[in-house]
């Protein structure tokens, strides 16, 4: 195990001691998950809550996104739009070669599919409960460049998934390790840009993404995925196999 790893794992015991063993009550939907533990994993107990609409905080976060929509240029409207998509693949620029394409990499699309459905259902519920309006609705001068979402702000699940993304692949792909954690940080402020995020939803969405990998990380299952798919990715892309 990489010291990361070791790190990440440990981070997980904290997180698990504050978290309990009872379920979030506030949200009543069946998970569909494949690695968590629903009755552990509750965002909500161990992310801080959301500035209050009305707080100073607030209003500083929505005249900071006032300026990121005056000067955001086409060409970063466009990559930020294009990364509404929640998929592996928005990280190709970072994996940098042309053989990372789904077509070969059937065990690797299924294991980011597996995390994507985990991270739906963490975020979601945490969502619920902290049940933040989202920017444009408390500043009508913000035009979103998506369609406006109906969900809750608090936390940002793009940016929960573009941290899991980031942690998982460079732990498949360590030679990258620095080009994919960066995308990671891009994928998720993209939610700022395109006028749909406040720059608090993309820090717990930092956050929440870490915390789902040191649960990932302690599961038997995942890492069993995981490894099939480290090989197939580490042969497509021509590169040695790890030594695990």
């Known amino acids: 195990m990489t010291n990361r790893r070791s790190f990440l794992v440990l981070g997980l015991s904290a997180f698990l001691a504050l978290s309990g063993c009872a379920t979030e009550k506030k949200t009543v939907r069946a998970p569909s998950t494949h690695y968590v533990d629903t009755t552990t994993f509750v965002l909500s107990r161990v992310l801080a809550p959301p500035p209050a609409n009305d707080s100073a ?12 929509q005056a000067s955001r240029t086409a060409e970063q409207s466009a990559r930020a739009t294009a990364d509404a998509e929640v998929s592996v693949f928005r990280f190709s620029d ?5 053989r990372f394409k789904a077509a070969n990499l059937p065990l690797t699309v299924a294991l980011f599919k597996k995390i994507a459905d985990d991270e ?43 941290m899991a993304v980031g942690l998982v692949l460079a732990d498949m792909l360590p030679e990258k390790r620095v080009q994919i954690m960066a995308r990671a940080r891009e994928y998720a402020k993209n939610r700022v840009v395109v006028g749909v995020h406040y720059p608090s939803d993309v820090e717990s969405g930092l956050q929440s993404g870490s915390a789902l990998v040191a649960v990932l990380f302690s599961s038997p299952r995942f890492r069993a995925d995981q490894a099939a798919a480290t090989k197939e990715l580490r042969a497509a892309l021509d590169l040695t196999p790890l030594d695990r």
């Open 57 to 68: 905080e607030t209003r500083a976060e929505l005249d900071e996104m006032l300026k990121i």
């Open 120 to 162: 739906v259902w963490a975020a979601s519920a945490a969502k619920d409960a902290f049940a933040r309006p989202r920017p444009f609705l408390l500043e009508p001068q913000l035009q979103p460049l998506l369609k406006k979402p109906h969900s809750a702000s608090y936390p940002s699940g793009h940016s929960a998934w573009g």
């Open 94 to 98: 970072a994996v940098g070669s042309d």
